[in-house]
């Protein structure tokens, strides 16, 4: 771990925190959540940082990769997760917290498990346990409370410019031997009433740099151009590129996609449409010392 990384991880990890703990009081029941993803992007801005990734605000079954398009008229309701991330020289912090904005006492519970395996795996690691046994702790915190961890959606190691670089930190007891070194590391519990898995939804609207190469398109070209100097490899939405260039930047994305430059991500969504509570943290570990980011 150089000091920059760590330095930029840290002040990164600030300012989630700073946001996480006025939203948790500022969202509110049927309140747009175009409203919501920018009025968050714009405090990561105002802080110093930039958003790691559009936020996503997944609803009941939606687990992830749910960002509101340009002309989205959603309303915020239900079991509703907030995860953002932010990233300073694109070293990257990722968090997610749900709220139940339904008053459901099922909700809640949901909830308060999803934080509790949180805690639960950060000790896990603390005590430098396998991520075998991490998966475990976060598998059994879930089924005391009578619910499934999601098993096809794992926390990750991040890099510089890299979201979900090598390791993978299981929900589940996949049997791995494997102890985290220094590094940064996203933990993400995903609890659920329902099977416990995902499957692909639609077209997202959230895209990531597959690779560069040359368009002849000249609209296109440009939008490429800019994907690359703003977000380099992370993860970027149609909703931002509206904003800067206009619909005819959905033309261009399309055209992007289908030449292989870019890939869509697609809505995950809990395969028996139950709802999903999501807590996530980031988590530094240096000299073998851990330190939880945000
Ligand atoms: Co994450």
Redesign the pocket.
């Known amino acids: 771990m150089n000091k920059e990384e760590i330095e930029s991880a840290r002040k990164a990890g600030e300012i989630v925190k700073k946001i996480k703990k006025e939203a948790i009081i500022w969202i509110k029941q049927g309140m747009p959540l175009i409203e919501l993803a920018e009025k968050i992007e714009t405090q990561i801005v105002k802080l110093g940082g930039k958003p790691a990734f559009p936020v996503n605000l997944g609803i009941n079954e939606y687990a992830a990769h749910y960002t509101p398009s340009h002309d989205d008229k959603t309303i915020a309701y239900g079991l509703l997760k907030v995860d953002f991330g932010v990233q300073i020289n694109g070293y990257v912090v990722?968090n997610a917290f749900s709220i139940d904005l339904d008053n459901s006492s099922k909700n809640k519970k949901l909830i308060e498990t999803s934080e509790l395996a949180l805690e639960n795996a950060i000790e896990s690691v603390k005590n430098n346990e396998t991520l075998g046994e991490i998966g475990t702790k976060i598998q059994k915190t879930a089924s005391d409370a009578g619910f499934s961890a999601i098993q096809n959606l794992s926390?990750?190691e991040i890099s510089q410019w890299e979201l979900h670089s090598s390791l993978t930190i299981p929900n589940y007891n996949n049997n791995s031997t494997i102890k985290l070194d220094d590094g940064i590391y996203?933990i993400?519990p995903f609890i659920t009433a329902g099977e416990g898995k995902v499957y692909d939804g639609k077209d997202s609207g959230i895209y990531e740099l597959k690779k560069s190469g040359s368009v002849r398109d000249s609209n296109a070209r440009e939008i490429l151009k800019y994907i690359i100097d703003e977000y380099n490899s992370l993860p970027f939405c149609s909703r931002w590129l509206v904003k800067k260039f206009g619909t005819r930047a959905l033309v261009s994305l399309n055209f992007l996609e289908s030449a292989g430059l870019l890939h869509q991500f697609t809505h995950l969504v809990e395969k028996s449409k139950s709802p999903v509570a999501q807590s996530?943290a980031t988590i530094i570990i240096n000299k073998g010392e851990v330190e939880i980011l945000t």
């Open positions: 990722d926390g990750h996203a993400e996530e």
